[in-house]
């Protein structure tokens, strides 16, 4: 029985390098194809990265250079902080999680969100380094981590709380080590207040003039529920809702971002400010009571693309779901080499479930052969699936509460990299 598993174990270990392998070289291919093309996204003008890419003038390729290098070394960075491996395994393992493909759009795009996706694996990289530190906190790789998330913060406004949320897991998990150590706990605090600090001030900056966290938070819970359902509802609202004629109705329902470009600031207007946030909250009301089940089924779809994108895209290339940005990634993803990039895509989400499949008959095995047991080791790969899954599931339900029908998996990029972790 052992000598079987001993096998099997071999196989699936082959199996996983094969399969990986061959991803690696197709996204290899595809970025060599596209290193001389520009996909056509809209430019995003919030954070430091407009004047990244308007330094580099006409030269996009070198902002590719550059943005494929950060993904590397994230990649080195956290296969090194989850399990130590030779060179030549650990640059393997950072080219797999490099070329996944949303990932790998991203890389090869005038975009923020490749140093985004870079920075939260590099940052994640960082706080299990200190998780794994025994009974000490390594102020180096915290500064690091701190780091990291200055620079989400500089890159866009709202990380200034979703850049937060390793570091703050990172130091309840290591509270015990912090309270023994008077000194570098208080290293610790100043530490952690400069690096917040600062976030909070560049965040305030960012959005100075911009409405309060009141009615940013209405507003986006009634984009949520309301612009799906709002052609079947506006005739039977209360009057004193009815603020928008026929064209304005006609704008926003072509696309889900005009519920908060057009609608909202609509009866901003018409209401006045304080009025507006009740008229939010009433929408809001209305639509949940009226369509309960099918802003949940929606809300569930979001969570999915944002969390694992390549578990459900087949389907949403199908027709299963319901309006999101994925049609037009994809679209922009198969411009120039539509029938290479199609069987990469779709290998890169078949391979989604069987390396999963492989990994936990690879796990379960190794429980087999040597039965469950607490060591060292065991205990950083746990910490760090807590401060992953807190990471991801802060900046899901940030990303999905925003509005139905933006759900944009370039967002959470680095979602799809995680799940690719040995």
């Given amino acids: 029985m052992k000598k079987a598993a001993l096998r099997l174990n071999l196989i699936l270990k082959w199996f996983l390098f094969a399969g990986f392998s061959v991803r690696i070289l197709c996204g290899a291919v595809w970025m060599c194809l596209q290193f001389g093309k520009t996909q056509a996204f809209e430019e995003v003008e919030e954070g430091i990265y407009p004047l990244l890419a308007g330094s580099l003038g006409q030269i996009p390729q070198i902002l590719y250079l550059l943005q494929l290098a950060a993904a590397f070394w994230a990649g080195w960075a956290l296969v090194g902080a989850v ?11 950072a080219a797999a999680l490099m070329t996944v493909p949303m990932a790998m759009q991203c890389h090869m795009a005038i975009l923020p969100y490749s140093f985004v996706s870079s920075l939260s694996v ?15 906190i390594s102020l180096r790789h915290l500064a690091a981590a701190g780091c990291c998330f200055v620079g989400l913060t500089l890159l866009l ?21 912090l309270l023994k150590d008077i000194g570098r706990l208080l290293y610790t605090c100043l530490l952690t207040a400069a690096f917040c600090g600062a976030a909070g001030g560049i965040c305030g900056l960012a959005r100075e003039g911009e409405p309060d966290f009141q009615e940013r938070f209405w507003a986006s819970a009634a984009a949520r529920t ?12 209360p009057e004193e809702l009815r603020l928008a004629d026929d064209e304005v109705l006609r704008e926003v329902t072509r696309y889900p971002e ?39 089924k929606q809300i569930v779809w979001d969570v999915l693309i944002y969390g694992a994108t390549e578990a459900v895209l087949p389907l949403q290339l199908k027709g299963r779901s319901y309006d999101s940005h994925s049609g037009v990634n994809y679209g922009m993803l198969t411009m120039e080499h539509p029938l290479f990039t199609k069987y990469y895509v779709w290998y890169s989400c078949l391979w989604f479930w069987a390396s999963l499949g492989a990994a936990a008959l690879l796990k379960s095995l190794r429980v087999f052969r040597r039965g469950p047991r607490k060591n060292a080791g065991a205990s ?38 995680l799940w690719a972790v040995p």
């Avoid at 399990?83 to 393992?93: A, M, S, T, Y």
């Avoid at 309301?226 to 609202?237: C, G, I, Q, R, S």
Wanted: charged residues 20%; hydrophobic residues 45%.
């Fill in 258 to 296: 005009n519920m908060k470009s057009i609608f909202l600031p609509v009866y901003k207007e018409a209401a006045g400010g304080e009025n507006a946030v009740s008229c939010y909250r009433e929408m809001a009301g209305i639509s949940w009571q009226r369509h309960r089940t099918q802003i949940l």
């Fill in 380 to 417: 950083a790969v746990k910490g760090f699936l807590i401060t992953a899954v807190s990471w991801l599931g802060a900046v899901v339900l940030y990303y999905t509460m925003q509005g139905a029908g933006t759900a944009d998996y370039k967002y959470t990029a680095a979602a799809a990299v």
């Fill in 226 to 237: 309301a612009w799906p359902v709002l052609l079947k509802d506006y005739e039977e609202w």
């Fill in 157 to 177: 406004p709202e990380y200034c709380l979703l850049g937060a949320v390793p570091i703050a897991v990172t130091l309840i998990l290591k509270r015990k080590a």
């Fill in 83 to 93: 399990r130590p491996v030779g060179k030549f395994l650990r640059c393997w393992c």
């Fill in 122 to 136: 590099l940052e994640l990289a960082c706080c299990l380094k200190v998780q794994k530190d025994g009974q000490n």
